[in-house]
């Protein structure tokens, strides 16, 4: 990895920053993403004592927010000549709805509409990087999805938490599927992955029972957030997937999603209704 630079989004705890540790020793440079800058400034300390002489720098974005992605994306171009690595992973489960100031239900678009818009962004700069690969974070629980519901994205009719987290995690994979359409021929490969069910952050924004709950699964249940990054890892780094693109990985090996996830024509709705949004005027 060494002249590499990889953008890690999420990179302030849990996967991300372990990922970012693991590719620092191997020698690239890091665009670290995060929201919190206590955090941040945490996590730019631990990857620098890990890895002495680590190159990492901190951009501030929250990714809810239409303009600030933008604004992150412009920040990314402007700061780096080459991206080859992207590695979308900030992600939350959101026990109660709510919408952005862009009107998008949280976690669709945090989960999808973030990982979208910033490799839109990017997307030519990782293509004059070529090769380049862009990793996204997905997760088992799309299992829990049926499809898409594309009459109702927003989860006005009816919401769960978990409903909305596991719909925008087979969102991530039918994105990937026809992001690595898009991308065949451009020496970019783009792939996805089920981390496992990690010791991190995830689920800490709630409250109650909900916040309880998933912390004692996590007690019990959960493997470390270096394994977790594992599969990251291997998919920015491994020589051997080099030329895999569109791929669902799990445990660093080919994984099966559902069927849904195989829908390819859920996948180019899906595409076309994220450039609407994208390019839709600001509120």
């Not at 952005?100 to 839109?120: I, K, S, W």
Request: proline residues 3%; contains cysteine.
């Amino acid at each position: 990895m060494h002249s590499k630079t990889c953008v890690i989004t999420g990179a302030t705890s849990g996967i991300g920053l372990a990922a970012a540790v693991a590719l620092a020793a191997r020698g690239a440079e890091l665009a670290l993403v995060g929201r919190d800058r206590a955090r941040g400034e945490a996590a730019l300390a631990r990857v620098r004592a890990a890895v002495p002489g680590a190159r990492a720098t901190m951009h501030y974005a929250d990714l809810l927010r239409r303009s600030e992605v933008r604004r992150l994306g412009v920040e990314l171009l402007a700061t780096y000549p080459r991206i080859d690595v992207l590695v979308n992973n900030a992600g939350a489960l959101f026990q109660r709805r709510e919408v952005t100031e862009d009107g998008l239900e949280r976690t669709f678009a945090l989960n999808h509409m973030a990982y979208f818009r910033l490799t839109r962004f990017l997307q030519e700069r990782l293509i004059a990087s070529a090769p380049a690969r862009v990793v996204s974070v997905a997760s088992r629980a799309h299992r829990r999805a049926t499809g898409l519901d594309f009459d109702d994205l927003n989860l006005e009719l009816e919401y769960s938490g978990w409903t909305a987290y596991s719909r925008s995690k087979l969102a991530n994979i039918l994105f990937t599927r026809a992001l690595a359409r898009r991308l065949a021929g451009t020496g970019v490969t783009a792939n996805c992955l089920h981390p496992g069910f990690v010791a991190s952050r995830f689920g800490d924004n709630n409250r109650g029972v909900f916040r309880w709950s998933l912390g004692v699964g996590k007690r019990l249940f959960a493997i470390s957030q270096a394994r977790g990054a594992e599969t990251v890892i291997y998919l920015a780094s491994d020589p051997s997937v080099a030329a895999t693109s569109g791929g669902y990985f799990a445990d660093s090996k080919p994984a099966t999603p559902t069927a849904a996830a195989h829908d390819d024509r859920a996948a180019e709705r899906l595409w076309e209704i994220s450039v609407k949004l994208m390019e839709a005027p600001s509120r």
